[in-house]
T-cell receptor
Framework: GENVEQHPSTLSVQEGDSAVIKCTYSDSASNYFPWYKQELGKRPQLIIDIRSNVGEKKDQRIAVTLNKTAKHFSLHITETQPEDSAVYFCAARTGSARQLTFGSGTQLTVLP | DTAVSQTPKYLVTQMGNDKSIKCEQNLGHDTMYWYKQDSKKFLKIMFSYNNKELIINETVPNRFSPKSPDKAHLNLHINSLELGDSAVYFC???????????FGPGTRLTVT
């Protein structure tokens, strides 16, 4: 089955700096890669996703890049703000699967 | 309007008891899920239903039994609760299997 590894587990950045979280997946047939943000005590929320036929996707200050050859995808947050502080989860889905495999999460702290 | 709702939000109970968590979505989605989030924040799928049909049943003790009376509802019943069942349980829904669009607010279950 699919295996997703996420790094780093914790990340601290200064407000205004960029943050990058990276995930690697094992199954080359994976074709869908969403990212979720979970604030303390809240539900996870889908913030961006990318499919395997696209190399990059942007939505305001967040972007996701996909490298199918290396089997990794990354979340980029620019101009970080304190409200970006949360746990971020990546996930991957293989073509034939009907479920997502989640990474272990990254606690992002944006220092004012 | 609330997209995915769960009740109760908090559930404190003693070992050996039986309890239920209810979930409803008003999005018209075909697929609903139950996820368990443990103290280390890891998200683990438990069950998935598509159009009231069980399509994913992960390695979960048979003390856990899902029930989908219709496409908009997915309930979770837990028998003979154990200390290790303490976690946050999230319901979620999506238009199709293999994606995960909205999580419910979660039910924090504490077994004493």
């Amino acid at each position: 089955g699919e295996n997703v590894e996420q790094h780093p587990s914790t990340l601290s950045v200064q407000e205004g700096d960029s943050a990058v979280i990276k995930c690697t997946y094992s199954d080359s047939a994976s074709n869908y890669f969403p990212w979720y943000k979970q604030e303390l005590g809240k539900r996870p929320q889908l913030i961006i996703d990318i499919r395997s036929n696209v190399g990059e996707k942007k939505d305001q200050r967040i972007a996701v890049t996909l490298n199918k050859t290396a089997k990794h995808f990354s979340l980029h947050i620019t101009e970080t703000q304190p409200e970006d502080s949360a746990v971020y989860f990546c996930a991957a889905r293989t073509g034939s699967a009907r479920q997502l495999t989640f990474g272990s999460g990254t606690q992002l702290t944006v220092l004012p | 309007d609330t997209a995915v709702s769960q009740t109760p939000k908090y559930l404190v109970t003693q070992m050996g008891n039986d309890k239920s968590i209810k979930c409803e979505q008003n999005l018209g989605h075909d697929t609903m899920y139950w996820y368990k989030q443990d103290s280390k924040k890891f998200l683990k799928i438990m069950f998935s239903y598509n159009n009231k049909e069980l399509i994913i049943n992960e390695t979960v003790p048979n003390r856990f039994s899902p029930k989908s009376p219709d496409k908009a509802h997915l309930n979770l019943h837990i028998n003979s609760l154990e200390l290790g069942d303490s976690a946050v349980y999230f319901c979620a829904s999506s238009p199709d299997p293999g994606t995960l669009r909205y999580f419910g607010p979660g039910t924090r279950l504490t077994v004493t």
